[in-house]
């Protein structure tokens, strides 16, 4: 285990990293947007099963509620998350939304193609979990984020 950075940061750092880190997921869904168009979402959804796939989660029975807490569980460690069962729709609260901040870094519409493709994303990764398709609605926009994720053949 290591137990000690040799590399030390600075806040500079850390602005010049998020700015690049921002300049690139920009660059990245603009790019996907232009050549995938409207199939832009089941490519969101592609690459969140096979994030899925990668995850260090690991379910005996694929159900949604220990599916979900395991991703809320694991973005915990980068996200202010939290996320809950409403019958068959997940409801999944990000705080300080990460990807509304590089939205306002890049002068990026709020619930536009980035945040789109985010919560398509996320929809993957919890459809390969659970074994159900997911569809995601956005609730709520914003300092707080709020989505969810309806399931079709999600065993309750």
Do not use: W
């Not at 750092?13 to 089941?42: W, Y």
């Not at 398509?120 to 569809?135: H, K, Q, V």
């Amino acid at each position: 285990m290591i137990d000690c950075i040799e590399l030390k940061q600075t806040m500079e750092d850390h602005d010049k990293a998020f700015i690049e880190v921002s300049f690139l997921l920009d660059m990245f869904v603009e790019t996907i947007e232009a050549f995938v168009g409207k199939s832009t979402p089941s490519l969101a959804v592609a690459a969140g099963r096979k994030m899925a796939q990668n995850m260090p989660i690991f379910l005996d029975e694929p159900d949604g509620a220990s599916a979900l807490s395991e991703v809320v569980r694991v973005f915990s460690e980068g996200f202010d998350i939290m996320g809950s069962f409403e019958g068959k729709e997940a409801v999944i609260d990000i705080d300080h939304c990460p990807i509304r901040s590089v939205c306002q870094e890049r002068g990026l519409e709020i619930n536009g193609p980035t945040c789109q493709m985010f919560h398509y994303y996320m929809a993957g990764i919890m459809a390969e979990l659970t074994g159900s398709p997911a569809r995601p609605q956005t609730v709520e926009t914003g300092e707080k984020c709020r989505f969810k994720l309806a399931f079709s053949g999600l065993k309750a």
